[in-house]
């Protein structure tokens, strides 16, 4: 008599990890930056660019996707210093104007 062996086969699917603040500070931080640049209207769009430098520190400490993490912090603090850039620009012209 044979005996016969059964071969199990095991599918293991395994999801790629992900690094959903990383993204969230990299968009954040674009529509913070499209927004931003327009002059008065900027300002409304601030609490993006302190979530984008958040999302972006806490993102960054993951390896995965850590240049978005990384984009999202530079685009919200660059946001952030051209708009007090401008408002001192602004300061400075009525200033010197009068």
């Known amino acids: 008599m044979e ?9 293991v699917i395994q999801t790629p990890e992900g ?3 990383a993204t969230a500070a990299l968009v954040l931080g674009i529509i ?15 609490p993006l ?14 390896k995965i996707k850590k240049g ?13 210093v051209l708009k007090v850039g401008f408002w001192i620009l602004m300061l400075i012209g009525i200033a010197s104007g009068s």
């Open 68 to 80: 978005q993490a990384i984009a999202g912090i530079v685009l919200g603090t660059g946001t952030f």
């Open 3 to 11: 005996e016969v062996k059964s071969q199990e086969a095991k599918i």
């Open 32 to 46: 913070g930056l499209v927004i931003g640049i327009i002059p008065f209207v900027g300002w409304l769009v601030f």
């Open 19 to 21: 690094n959903g603040l």
């Open 49 to 62: 660019w302190i979530l984008a430098i958040i999302f972006g520190a806490i993102g960054a400490r993951k």
